[in-house]
């Protein structure tokens, strides 16, 4: 029993302060239960350093990405996949991730631009306010003294030349090379790369060799001059394309001189070019090895690769070999390739499903914006996120999109500075990307009401996932 004058001054302390401490009984419970007494709590964020994306939905922290900062410890590889149907923000998300990369001065922008409006390729603002002019690749324009990349450019070896022509030939043809056909480019061009010295060998050079092969080419493998010529006619045909068909001026001559290697940012615009066309995987298969034979250089600038549309890359087999390659460079020489692409089925189940899975699999950035459900479910299958994340897609408005940084999975709002809206939002954002500005107090309404009923959907996602475990 407590003594008199001890309770006496708990109670005038009660009487003056009020009520110190509450004793109350233990609570058991399960975590699922637990988890409805105590807000949930966001997770952790990828760091302070690198480039500013938007804030994180769900905690309202600001959300920073950059693959060279994270590329370690957090990241196995620097390569960043961007997913997502048209209208919902890729656009926009692609070029202020540029804009902000090239304010570090070791950064370095290569972008694939197969889109554009006006005669113009989307990229095109942002390369005037750079004041870089867009390497445009156009086949009636390249007549007319236009852009040349030549194949056998001698800043590319001579084994990288041999490489890029098998890649052209087999793209186009859509099967690989047999032996024979293989055998009559190989000796075509080194005849070629031996005998013309006083200028820059070009592809009519090869045409003609194969038409028209040299009795010492046939000697060298003790077979008919007859045969060789047989052999290199399928060959010579699909070479004639770039020299004399619909894709003549932009590969048969010297390489333009002026290009400019060393600017911050190199755009090739392809908004010339029917995407559908065989075209369109044929320059990619060139400009991706001129690319690496010319650009990328062991002198520590970090590097990053976009490429629009970068279906016509994963969904060839020849093309996606050829950029698998060239996505190892990451770790060795600083580069980061950007892939977006509009569905992941376009890929998966192309022609070139074993390639697109490597491809895939390096890539340990994904970044899905809104998808239609079916495809959210597939998406997800294929690059392994969590149910709730599946199930927020297609509820995701435009500038929205859930973020899986090597396992770190976050919904991420992107945020447009004022300076960055103009470059932006050109005419084709302006029907696809930038409702937010045209009507601002709907937009942020709609947002708002996404954003809530996503957090509803992880809770509960959270909250029955945790009762399972715990009845398990």
């Known amino acids: 029993m407590r003594d008199p004058l001890s309770a006496l001054s708990d109670a005038f302390t009660a009487f003056l302060f009020g009520s110190v401490e509450t004793t109350r009984l233990p609570v058991r419970t399960s975590t699922g239960q637990a988890q409805a007494v105590y807000l949930p709590t966001a997770a952790p964020g990828l760091g302070d350093s690198g480039v500013i994306i938007g804030r994180e939905v769900y905690s309202g922290k600001g959300y920073i990405y950059d693959p060279f900062q994270l590329y370690g410890q957090q990241l196995p590889a620097p390569h960043w996949l961007v997913l997502g149907e048209s209208g919902n923000g890729k656009s926009a998300l692609e070029k202020t991730y540029v804009l902000r990369q090239l304010r570090f001065r070791d950064r370095q922008v290569v972008v694939l631009d197969a889109q554009g409006e006006d005669g113009v390729g989307e990229w095109n603002l942002i390369a005037q306010e750079l004041g870089i002019t867009p390497i445009r690749l156009d086949p009636t324009a390249a007549l007319n003294d236009g852009i040349r990349l030549n194949p056998l450019d001698p800043s590319i070896t001579t084994t990288g030349q041999l490489a890029l022509l098998r890649t052209i030939i087999e793209v186009a043809m859509g099967h690989g090379l047999d032996e024979r056909s293989g055998f009559a480019l190989k000796v075509a061009h080194a005849y070629v790369n031996d005998t ?3 200028r820059q060998p070009v592809l009519m050079d090869i045409v003609e060799q194969l038409r028209h092969p040299k009795p010492e080419s046939a000697e ?108 190892k460079f990451g770790r060795r020489l600083g580069l980061s390739f950007v892939a977006v692409v509009h569905h992941l089925s376009d890929v998966v189940d192309g022609a070139a499903a074993k390639e697109a899975a490597a491809i895939l699999k390096m890539a340990s950035t994904r970044t899905i914006y809104a998808q239609k459900a079916d495809e959210a479910r597939a998406t997800g299958k294929v690059i392994g996120l969590p149910r709730w994340a599946v199930e927020i897609i297609p509820t995701l408005t435009p500038g929205i999109a859930v973020w899986d940084v090597n396992g770190n999975v976050q919904v991420v709002k992107h945020l447009i500075t004022e300076a960055e809206r103009p470059l932006v939002f050109t005419d084709r954002a302006m029907t696809e990307g930038s409702a937010a500005d045209l009507l601002p107090d709907d937009v942020r309404a709609a947002e708002l009401e996404a954003e809530q009923r996503a957090a509803r959907i992880e809770h509960q996602q959270r909250l029955n996932e945790s009762s399972e475990s715990t009845v398990a």
Request: hydrophobic share 50%; glycine share 6%.
């Open 196 to 198: 013309i010295t006083e």
């Open 220 to 327: 060298a493998m003790n077979v008919d001059i007859d045969d060789v010529r047989a052999w290199g006619l399928d060959v010579a045909l699909v070479l004639d394309r770039l020299v004399d068909g619909d894709l003549r001026g932009m590969f048969d001559g010297p390489t333009t001189i002026g290009i400019d290697l060393d600017a911050p940012l190199i755009v090739f615009d392809l908004s010339h070019i029917d995407r559908n066309s065989i075209a369109m995987p044929i320059l990619m298969a060139i400009v991706g090895v001129w690319l690496e034979h010319t650009w990328i250089r062991p002198d520590r600038k970090k590097r990053i690769f976009l490429v629009e549309e970068a279906w016509h890359i994963i969904n060839s087999p020849f093309v996606a070999q050829l950029f698998q390659r060239l996505l």
